[in-house]
Each structure stands twice: as C-alpha cells, then as structure tokens.
C-alpha cells in the first residue's frame, strides 16, 4: 500500500538503470550530465553491487603478455589492439575524472611470473610491444633482470613487467561514483530485485528484498546493466556467468620483497599485496565448468590450487593464514567485447564486461548514455 507522494514522486523516471555497479552507475551519470534536467533512478537488488564491482581484486589492468598472446589464437590484430586500447583509456579516464588519491590508484606497474613452458611468450614479446606502440608510444613489456629479488620459488624462470598497470581500491572508486550520482541528483534504491521489464512498454516490474511489496515502476528508457545476470531480463544475450574466488591472509609477519600487481597462468590468476596482506585470487581455468554458476559459493577445487600457489609459488615455504575469502560474479561471452546494444525501442543494455569492470566500466557507461540519448 503505498501513499499519494509515493505514487505520485517515486515511480515514474525519464531513465531507469538496472543496476548500481560500475556501468549502471556511469550510465546513470553520463546521461545524466547530457540531460541535467531529467529524472534518473538506478534500481539495485543489493545492499552494495550485486556482481563483481566491489567484489573485484582491484587491479588497474588491460592485459598481461600471455593474455594478450592467447588473444591472438581467437581474434585478429585490429581486435586485440582495441580491446587494449577500449581498456587502457578507460583507466586513464576514470583517473582524470575522480583523482588517483579518490581511487587509492598506485602506479605500481604490473608483472607476470612465467614458468619453464611460458618461456616461449618472451620470445614473442618483442612483436607485441610493436604491436601496441601505436598506442603507447614506446614499448610495454620488458623483462625484470634480476627476478630472484622478489622471493618467488625457483619455479618462476621470468617476470615480465608492465610499466603502464597500476592498482587502486574498488570500495574508494564505487564511493566517487556514489557522491558523483548524488551531486548530479540521481536516485539509488537498493534492496529492489527487478522480476521482468516488458521493453515496449516502459515497465520495469520488481519486489523489494523480502519478496512481499509488488513495485511497478514506468520509464521512459531503460538500461540493463546486470552484467552476469541479465539472462533472466534479457534471455536471448550472450552472457555467461563466470564466477571469482579471491583470498585475503591475515597480516603477515614478513616483510613482502615486491610490490605491484601480479599475473599469472595467461592472466587467470592474479595477486598483490594489501595493508600488509597477501590478497591472490582467480583461477577460474582450474574449474570452468564449474564457475560458471551465479551462486557465491566457494569452489574448494579452486580455493586448494589457490592456497597451493601461495605456500609453494609467491611465498615458498611460508605457510601462511588466510582470514577471509569472497566470490564476485562476472560476465563472459563468445567475444572479449562488451555487449553494448539497444535491445527495443526503450531498452538498451551494456553488459559482459570479461572481468575488466575496472577498467572499461566508466566508458562502457558512456557510450551507452550515447545510445540512450540517440533513441
């Protein structure tokens, strides 16, 4: 039951955006800055994000060597150089609008610990870097000469470094989101779990977190920015859930001989360190099948091989306590692109992200307010 106000000022918007995560969030505001005068609401299931947003490890990142090499077996070179590109100005973006001390950015550079049958990649590191130039303007990836330094086990035969990644806080940038919405007076609900949008009509129908109140909600647009989980909005997308496992240590009571952000295995696994903690995460390759679930559990298959690398690989021999581990849901797809589309007359979508909400989220969100501001 609700009042003459509420029905009267809260259930009518010019934009609904389905959900509060980097995209909806930049959306939300870039459409709002082109059109101050409309009214905009972001509608969101969760307390906080529901998917990865502030679930993700916090790598400010675009593609480690072997990544990017494996990305030549299914892509051309156009493909890959503006998925780099699409990546790498995202986070120079993101940095000049909200300031890298609003981010917690550190320029750390990045690095990818190769073992005895990734030795091949260095071999290969000399075209890529002229491959990327044109947008660099000078090389990207070089090799650590002395990669014994960093206290890894003797299985690590070569560290390639990265010298344009970095890392930032993902609870900092959601916060800058946050007060950036409010200046621009944008309205957040959290805790309403959208059930159905019927796209021609406007209607986007939810339920509050309880599952007792029936909201109905009318918009003159809509945009779908549920990432993992759009399937149940948009069932004909090609969206495949892909879910993340990241451990966080306790304090360790060494001190840590490296410090950036770290790959491995093409990318798939990834670590650095945080307040004096071990945070590794990933390898979702170990399991695929397996992660591709929109549950939150932990993979206790991924969770061993995890622990495993951390006591023989990055700290050998250390033997170290974990305190805490959490999962994120992301969105793959056949292509690494992500999946910007108008899907009627008043629905559009930007979704499949590829674990790079970090890095594209801000202009993914752009160019959807684009989309949106053409219909």
Same mark, same amino acid.
């Given at each position: 039951?609700?009042? @003459?106000?509420?029905?009267?000022?809260?259930?009518? @918007?010019?934009?609904?955006?389905?959900?509060?995560?980097?995209?909806?969030?930049?959306?939300?505001?870039?459409?709002?800055?082109?059109?101050?005068?409309?009214?905009?609401?972001?509608?969101?299931?969760?307390?906080?994000?529901?998917?990865?947003?502030?679930?993700?490890? $916090?790598?400010?990142?675009?593609?480690?060597?072997?990544?990017?090499?494996?990305?030549?077996?299914?892509?051309?070179?156009? &493909?890959?150089?503006?998925?780099?590109?699409?990546?790498?100005?995202?986070?120079?973006?993101?940095?000049?609008?909200?300031?890298?001390?609003?981010?917690?950015?550190?320029?750390?550079?990045? @690095? &990818?610990?190769?073992?005895?049958?990734?030795?091949?990649?260095?071999?290969?590191?000399?075209?890529?870097?002229?491959?990327?130039?044109?947008?660099? +303007?000078?090389?990207?990836?070089?090799?650590?000469?002395?990669?014994?330094?960093? $206290?890894?086990?003797?299985?690590?035969?070569?560290?390639? +470094?990265?010298?344009?990644?970095?890392?930032?806080?993902?609870?900092?940038?959601?916060?800058?989101?946050?007060?950036?919405?409010?200046?621009? $007076?944008?309205?957040?609900?959290? $805790?309403?779990?959208?059930? %159905?949008?019927?796209?021609? %009509?406007?209607?986007?129908?939810?339920?509050?977190?309880?599952?007792?109140?029936?909201?109905?909600?009318?918009?003159?647009?809509?945009?779908?920015?549920?990432?993992?989980?759009?399937?149940?909005?948009? /069932?004909?997308?090609?969206?495949? /859930?892909?879910?993340?496992?990241?451990?966080?240590? +306790? /304090?360790?009571?060494? %001190?840590?001989?490296?410090?950036?952000?770290?790959?491995?295995?093409?990318?798939?696994? @990834?670590?650095?360190?945080?307040?004096?903690?071990?945070?590794?995460?990933?390898?979702?390759?170990?399991?695929? &099948?397996?992660?591709?679930?929109?549950?939150?559990?932990?993979?206790?298959?991924?969770?061993?091989?995890?622990?495993?690398?951390?006591? &023989?690989?990055?700290? /050998?021999?250390?033997?170290?306590?974990?305190?805490?581990?959490?999962?994120?849901?992301?969105?793959?797809?056949?292509?690494?692109?992500?999946?910007?589309?108008?899907?009627?007359?008043?629905?559009?979508?930007?979704?499949?992200?590829?674990?790079?909400?970090?890095?594209?989220?801000?202009?993914?969100?752009?160019?959807?307010?684009?989309?949106?501001?053409?219909?």
């Amino acid at each position: 039951m609700f009042s @003459y106000w509420e029905k009267k000022h809260f259930f009518h @918007y010019d934009l609904i955006v389905v959900g509060s995560g980097f995209v909806g969030l930049s959306t939300a505001i870039h459409y709002k800055k082109k059109h101050p005068k409309a009214n905009v609401l972001v509608l969101e299931r969760g307390v906080f994000p529901t998917g990865a947003s502030t679930k993700n490890a $916090g790598f400010a990142c675009f593609g480690s060597l072997t990544e990017i090499l494996d990305d030549f077996w299914h892509m051309t070179h156009d &493909e890959v150089l503006a998925l780099v590109d699409r990546r790498y100005t995202g986070l120079q973006a993101i940095r000049k609008q909200f300031g890298e001390k609003n981010l917690g950015y550190s320029h750390s550079n990045g @690095y &990818e610990l190769l073992e005895e049958s990734q030795l091949e990649a260095t071999d290969q590191m000399a075209g890529v870097n002229k491959l990327l130039k044109s947008l660099f +303007k000078e090389e990207v990836f070089s090799l650590v000469k002395n990669p014994g330094k960093m $206290g890894f086990s003797d299985q690590v035969k070569a560290i390639v +470094k990265n010298k344009f990644e970095g890392e930032l806080d993902p609870g900092m940038y959601m916060t800058s989101l946050w007060k950036l919405a409010q200046q621009e $007076g944008i309205r957040i609900l959290t $805790g309403v779990s959208v059930c %159905e949008i019927r796209k021609d %009509e406007g209607i986007v129908l939810a339920e509050d977190a309880a599952g007792e109140i029936n909201l109905e909600f009318m918009g003159g647009k809509i945009a779908i920015c549920t990432n993992a989980f759009t399937k149940k909005l948009w /069932p004909g997308s090609d969206i495949q /859930p892909g879910r993340g496992l990241i451990l966080l240590s +306790k /304090p360790l009571d060494f %001190e840590i001989p490296w410090k950036g952000s770290f790959h491995m295995d093409k990318g798939y696994v @990834y670590f650095r360190q945080i307040d004096g903690r071990l945070l590794l995460g990933g390898a979702r390759n170990i399991d695929f &099948e397996g992660e591709k679930s929109m549950g939150f559990e932990v993979n206790p298959k991924i969770k061993f091989h995890l622990e495993k690398l951390a006591d &023989e690989v990055i700290f /050998p021999g250390k033997n170290l306590a974990w305190d805490t581990e959490w999962t994120g849901i992301m969105a793959f797809g056949k292509i690494k692109s992500p999946l910007i589309q108008q899907v009627d007359a008043k629905t559009v979508a930007a979704v499949r992200l590829g674990g790079m909400g970090v890095a594209i989220g801000w202009q993914v969100g752009k160019e959807l307010s684009v989309l949106l501001s053409k219909m």
